[in-house]
């Protein structure tokens, strides 16, 4: 793994509560971007709805804050399956729509709210600023090893008529490098050297790396300062808990 790229320091929201690309708030005003966080400790604000974590009323109702506070009347989430699946989204009626399973979601549509479910993998965000196009990923170790980050990637320059050149690519809040130990079996899965034994692996590094021969600019090119074990405000699978965080993007209305 050899990109170097740069770690930002994401910024507290409080509706949602989360965090948000403090620089990408600042360039693209017509961007609703973020990672929700744990909210209040006896009210957590689970967005899990195939996690039966929380009370499913309280789920819904988070999902309904969720557009509320983004201000996006339409959000689209699915079942995901740790797989390279991605769908292209359309204006529609407001609400939650839950399509088909997939592990990605790409919109030019203003009003539409992409959305995957995180506590440990990693939210991909992917922006073509001169086309207003986005799309949003959900990558596992497993679905980075089958390129759910190229399939994304694809739907935007295929489908969108974007180029690689154009895009930027954020890996939000996810476990780190240090905190993520894995077996010899996942480096071999990803391409990468394999280790003795288990080690810590920085998926969010080898995702970088990804992007970048993917054709995506270096300098394009960001990585969030989160962690979701060993840093504060935010669910991890591996730390215990069987709550959900959602990445959230999309384009104005």
């Known amino acids: 793994m050899t990109t170097d790229a740069p770690t930002i320091e994401e910024r507290a929201t409080q509706r949602p509560p989360g965090f948000t690309h403090p620089e990408w708030a600042r360039r693209f005003p017509w961007l609703v971007q973020g990672t929700t966080g744990r909210g209040e400790a006896a009210r957590p604000f689970d967005l899990g709805l195939?996690?039966?974590?929380?009370?499913?009323?309280?789920?819904?109702?988070?999902?309904?804050?969720?557009?509320?506070?983004?201000?996006?009347?339409?959000?689209?989430?699915?079942?995901?399956?740790?797989?390279?699946?991605?769908?292209?989204?359309?204006?529609?009626?407001?609400?939650?729509?839950?399509?088909?399973?997939?592990?990605?979601?790409?919109?030019?549509?203003?009003?539409?709210?992409?959305?995957?479910?995180?506590?440990?993998?990693?939210p991909v965000f992917?922006?073509?600023?001169?086309?207003?196009?986005v799309a949003l990923l959900h990558a596992g170790w497993r679905g980075a090893a089958q390129g759910i980050l190229e399939a994304g990637l694809r739907v935007l320059t295929e489908r969108m008529g974007s180029t690689?050149?154009?895009?930027?690519?954020?890996?939000?809040?996810?476990?780190?490098?240090?905190?993520?130990?894995?077996?010899?079996?996942?480096?071999a899965a990803l391409g990468l050297s394999e280790p003795d034994e288990p080690v810590p692996l920085d998926l969010r590094a080898a995702l970088a790396d990804r992007a970048a021969a993917a054709g995506v600019p270096r300098d394009g090119l960001t990585v969030s300062d989160?962690?979701?074990?060993c840093g504060p405000g935010l669910f991890s699978h591996r730390g215990g808990r069987a709550e959900r965080q959602v990445g959230y993007l999309g384009v104005r209305p």
Do not use: K
């Open 50 to 122: 195939f996690a039966a974590a929380s009370p499913a009323e309280r789920v819904s109702g988070n999902w309904t804050a969720l557009r509320n506070d983004t201000g996006m009347p339409r959000a689209v989430h699915a079942h995901q399956a740790h797989g390279a699946a991605v769908r292209l989204h359309h204006p529609g009626p407001p609400g939650l729509h839950v399509a088909d399973p997939c592990d990605g979601h790409a919109t030019s549509a203003p009003g539409v709210l992409l959305a995957v479910t995180v506590a440990d993998c990693v």
């Open 126 to 133: 992917v922006v073509d600023p001169r086309r207003r196009a």
């Open 164 to 187: 690689a050149s154009d895009l930027e690519v954020h890996l939000g809040p996810s476990i780190c490098g240090s905190c993520y130990e894995v077996g010899p079996e996942v480096f």
């Open 226 to 229: 989160r962690c979701t074990l």
